[in-house]
Nanobody
Framework: QVQLVESGGGVVQAGGSLRLSCAAS????????MAWWRQTPGKQRELVAH???????HYADPVKGRFTISRDDAKKTQFLQMNSLKPEDTAVYYC????????????????WGRGTQVTVSS
């Protein structure tokens, strides 16, 4: 089993910053791609940012230039630095990780965190 625990969410005024963290624990042999997704009530979950196991990044257009995804494999943790926050960034943010649990695994398994609420007030 792999557990992901997000932290760093909260309430912030428009223009402010937050830094989300997602720590992985459990049976982990190798970490693969990581990502942050977000969801608001009544809408589908959407990809915010993605980072590969070699550090290549991709961002959704609404957050480009404002958000930065990073990872620390030694600590099994990924981060999302969110600057210049806007009310439309308000959502529950979920971390996602692809994991090989042992050296015998041929493919990666998907793991999701439970989410952390980010609220941006105008």
């Amino acid at each position: 089993q792999v557990q992901l625990v997000e932290s760093g969410g909260g309430v912030v005024q428009a223009g402010g910053s937050l830094r989300l963290s997602c720590a992985a624990s459990g049976s982990i042999f190798k970490l693969g791609n990581m990502a942050w997704w977000r969801q608001t009530p009544g809408k589908q979950r959407e990809l915010v940012a993605h980072i590969t196991d070699v550090g290549a990044t991709h961002y959704a257009d609404p957050v480009k230039g404002r958000f930065t995804i990073s990872r620390d494999d030694a600590k099994k943790t990924q981060f999302l630095q969110m600057n210049s926050l806007k009310p439309e960034d308000t959502a529950v943010y979920y971390c996602y990780v692809r994991v090989k649990r042992s050296s015998e695994d041929i493919t990666y398994s998907d793991s999701w965190g439970r989410g952390t609420q980010v609220t941006v007030s105008s």
